[in-house]
């Protein structure tokens, strides 16, 4: 059975070698400051205690006041899950993030697809661009503010795209 | 003497034959040599997500139909269980029994499928294919027994599946089990030790185990390099610790290894088909609607609920606000993700090889775009 672990702990081992990074812990996740998130990713993956190989999943959600990245990290030589979260843009404006491509290759398209439909950018990323919709498509469809064609016809507000799409 | 050559710049698909649907690839090619790809999603992007976020937890089953839709039991299993977990459901055992065999048999179409198509891309047109195509067909007929449908299932709902087998699913269910593996004999007779088979799969787009742990691949890919991950062992969800199954692994990393890790997987599912069978016990497929209600509220949180899918690990990730719709579903695509080395798998090789290393991944568009 995989060992998810706890917030509170996982804070705590993130402190003792990142002093600063954490924001709030609850029971299953960890929030931590976006300025030291290479630091942190790089300290899960290659550090004894930790070895999170895996980087199953990245995505965001949209929270209105502010968007969450939210990473879900598995250790294959520990059999060990855990969640860690960031909070960025807050107040709606410059979302963005460090890149974790070069610690785990498998963010690649993961935080294109973020960023194509969420509109969060990753700082240093190696191929930073839309991969769903294509270039030039207006906004970005999983943000709660994107009016779709259909929501436009139900409230009468401008669609975000007047293609129609 | 060497002969002078140029790169050239091919554009294949959307519209071909041998990428698996929808898939486009900017190609430079040195002769007959790979020296860039640049992979084009999209084509099949229909906003599942978006979609998703104006209908209630039930409704959403439809969508996960249409993702993968070689495999849409195991699509409705790892969301079933996300909401399950979000919500705090206990499932009804029978309703776990039946979606296990379900997902169990969907697992053997899904790789059947592949298996099909993989030898298709080798220029083997028509006869693997069609007797893959004829066993899966078998399986689809189950399926039309269960829950009606035979693609877009949409069979199961929070807390087990929305009706139970019919009688005659039983017997037919037996005997199909005998004509899968009559099939999967069949089909390693003519393959498995085939010459051609080998002279073009073997040592072909090798990837170092490290590497494919590094870029999130999981699944059949994974285990070809002799890793052992297989969630329904490491992490066991329903009732897979009661089941006994042998984890395939092949350390070869090539395309002729996961084309065997795949065959052999399906002998596999078959064991855990007939120990479901055996253990399965009367009683209700799903907790009746004073329990659960049709519409669940869950508390606001978020869950996140991997399974092992036929193609990786196949997880779903809802956020509630306490609402009747999910806040925010992400779907953690196997088959996009299984994309990522696709580079390092084809540059250098030769353009024969292209389209079998492609079948070799195992892709599904409907995933890729979801």
Known sequence: MTTAWSGAALAEAIE?????????????????????????CEGLKTRSEFRFDLLSSVTAVDYIDHFEVVYHLTSLP???????????????TDASVPSVVSIWRGADYQEREVWDLMGIRFEGHPNHKRIMLWEGFPGHPLRKDYVTYDQSIETGITASNEDGV | MAIKTQPVTVNLGPQHPSTHGVFRMRVMFDGEEIVDVEPVFGYLHRGSEKLAEERTYTQVVTLTDRMDYVSSMLNNHAYMLAVEKLAGIEPSPRGVWLRMIASELQRIASHLVATGFLLQDLGALGTPLIYAMRERENILDLFEMLCGARITNSYLRPGGVFM??????????KRSLVDILNTIDELETYLSGNEIVFSRTKGT????????????????????????????????????????????????????????????????????????????????VR??????????????GDAYVAIEGSKGELGFYLVSDGGISPYRMHVRASSLINLTLLRDMLIGGLFGDLFVTFGSVDLNMGEVDR
């Open chain 1, 78 to 92: 520990m059999n060990a899950s855990a969640v860690i979260k960031t909070r960025v843009g807050l107040g709606r």
């Open chain 2, 287 to 300: 907790p009746s609607f004073d329990e659960i209600p049709r519409l669940i509220r869950p508390p606001v």
């Open chain 2, 164 to 173: 139970d087998a019919p009688d005659e699913f039983w017997p037919a269910l």
């Open chain 2, 205 to 284: 787009a090798v990837l170092p185990p490290e590497l494919l742990i590094n870029a999130s691949i999981t699944g059949p890919m994974l285990r070809a390099s002799g890793v052992d991950w297989d969630l329904r062992h490491r992490n066991p969800y329903d009732y897979y610790d009661k089941v006994q199954f042998n984890r395939i692994l092949h350390t070869a990393s090539d395309n002729y290894a996961r084309y065997w890790v795949r065959v052999q997987e399906m002998r596999e599912s078959l064991k855990i088909i007939h120990q479901c069978v055996e253990q399965i016990e009367p009683g209700p």
């Open chain 1, 16 to 40: 003792a070698f990142a002093p600063g990074s954490v924001e709030k812990s609850a029971t299953r996740d960890v929030w931590l400051n976006p300025n030291s998130i290479l630091v942190v």
